[in-house]
């Protein structure tokens, strides 16, 4: 019967009482995109623009990108889209870009870094998404990937406003989710990457399955961090959302609402079962199980104690 219900979950996303959280999908191309767009789905809260460079010896073109990016633009005609520029390096290094042999790579020139040896990139990249933002008529959410400083969000803030975009940044650094105040003063929108700021806050490599008790999202010390970013969203009154698999979990949902969050992104097959959990609660609900999930002193006591204020 929960089964039925789940998959009779048509959206939009609200609590009980009525407080409005975007259900969106994370997508990766044109066919993910259209994929994700019969899904019950409000918008894209994260398209990974870096899978299309991974198996290129070159730079796609800007004639390429720009196709590219329309594509998943007008998948989702008129509602809302945030596309993230180029997240390579680490686990996923590209083939056109010389810098292979970083013993640490998970610590080293990845996301946004790249600005600093090969600007050209990412920023033949948002002149891709400005002509596909115009063509398409639409104005897109556009955020970098791997901010640790302000200055680094000012920059990008820079370059995406100057092309008529809305600009934004990822929060998954530590020290961008210290500073998350700071940085929304600069952009006008962040979105937390869990995956990466669970790894970076544990010190625990996410792809290791023996570290996966401390690569949990319901890490207290995690949860703590984004509590301070979704102080500063609501200070600035601005957007904070979710795109990493945190957004998935129905429970962690109502926790992330709880502390500020109001979008949540991830694999569309699991929107259905986060929308009809958060439908089912109250926004002082949410906040209730907040403060229990921060009070807890292991992930899985965060887990039980917010349980115990939206039940399973
Ligand atoms: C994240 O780090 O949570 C995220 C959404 O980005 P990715 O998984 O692509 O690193
Ligand atoms: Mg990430």
Same mark, same amino acid.
């Given at each position: 019967?929960?089964?039925?219900?789940?998959?009779?979950?048509?959206?939009?996303?609200?609590?009980?009482d009525g407080e409005p959280v975007l259900i969106l999908a994370n997508v990766a191309d044109g066919v993910?995109?259209?994929?994700?767009?019969?899904?019950?789905?409000?918008?894209?809260?994260?398209?990974?623009t870096e899978l299309a460079f991974l198996d290129r010896a070159t730079e796609p073109t800007l004639e390429e990108q720009t196709a590219l990016y329309r594509e998943v633009i007008?998948?989702?005609?008129?509602? =809302?889209?945030?596309?993230?520029?180029?997240?390579?390096?680490?686990? =996923?290094?590209?083939k056109?870009?010389?810098?292979?042999?970083?013993?640490?790579?998970?610590?080293?020139v990845r996301g946004n870094r790249i600005v600093a040896t090969y600007p050209e990139i990412r920023n033949g990249q948002l002149d891709a998404l400005a002509?596909?933002?115009?063509?398409?008529?639409?104005?897109?959410?556009?955020?970098?990937?791997?901010?640790?400083?302000?200055?680094?969000?000012?920059?990008?803030?820079?370059?995406?406003?100057?092309?008529?975009?809305?600009?934004?940044?990822?929060?998954?650094?530590?020290?961008?989710?210290?500073?998350?105040?700071?940085?929304?003063?600069?952009?006008?929108?962040?979105?937390?990457?869990?995956?990466?700021?669970?790894?970076?806050?544990?010190?625990?490599?996410?792809?290791?399955?023996?570290?996966?008790?401390?690569?949990?999202?319901?890490?207290?010390?995690?949860?703590?961090?984004?509590e301070m970013i979704g102080r500063a969203?609501? =200070?600035?009154? =601005?957007?904070?959302?979710?795109?990493?698999?945190?957004?998935?979990?129905?429970l962690l949902a109502c926790v992330l609402v709880g502390l500020g969050v109001r979008s949540l992104s991830s694999a569309p097959a699991a929107s259905p079962a986060v929308g009809l959990k958060l439908g089912g609660v109250t926004l002082q609900q949410c906040r209730d199980a907040a403060t229990a999930a921060l009070a807890a002193t292991s992930a899985s006591g965060a887990r039980d104690a917010a349980r115990a204020v939206v039940g399973a």
């Open positions: 019967d929960t089964a039925e219900k789940i998959a009779a979950w048509r959206g939009p996303g609200a609590t009980a993910s995109a259209r994929a994700a767009a019969d899904a019950p789905v409000q918008g894209v809260g994260l398209f990974r007008d998948a989702f005609d008129g509602q =809302k889209v945030v596309i993230r520029t180029l997240d390579a390096g680490s686990d =996923k290094p590209l056109f870009v010389a810098n292979t042999d970083e013993p640490n790579p998970a610590m080293g002509a596909a933002a115009k063509g398409a008529g639409a104005v897109p959410w556009v955020m970098a990937p791997m901010i640790a400083t302000v200055d680094e969000a000012r920059e990008f803030a820079g370059q995406v406003r100057g092309r008529g975009m809305v600009p934004g940044v990822m929060i998954e650094v530590p020290s961008a989710a210290i500073l998350a105040d700071k940085i929304l003063a600069e952009v006008d929108f962040v979105s937390v990457g869990t995956n990466d700021l669970t790894q970076y806050t544990m010190a625990a490599d996410r792809m290791s399955p023996e570290l996966a008790s401390l690569t949990d999202p319901w890490q207290p010390a995690v949860l703590a961090l984004i969203g609501e =200070k600035h009154s =601005k957007s904070v959302g979710v795109c990493g698999e945190a957004a998935a979990d129905p």
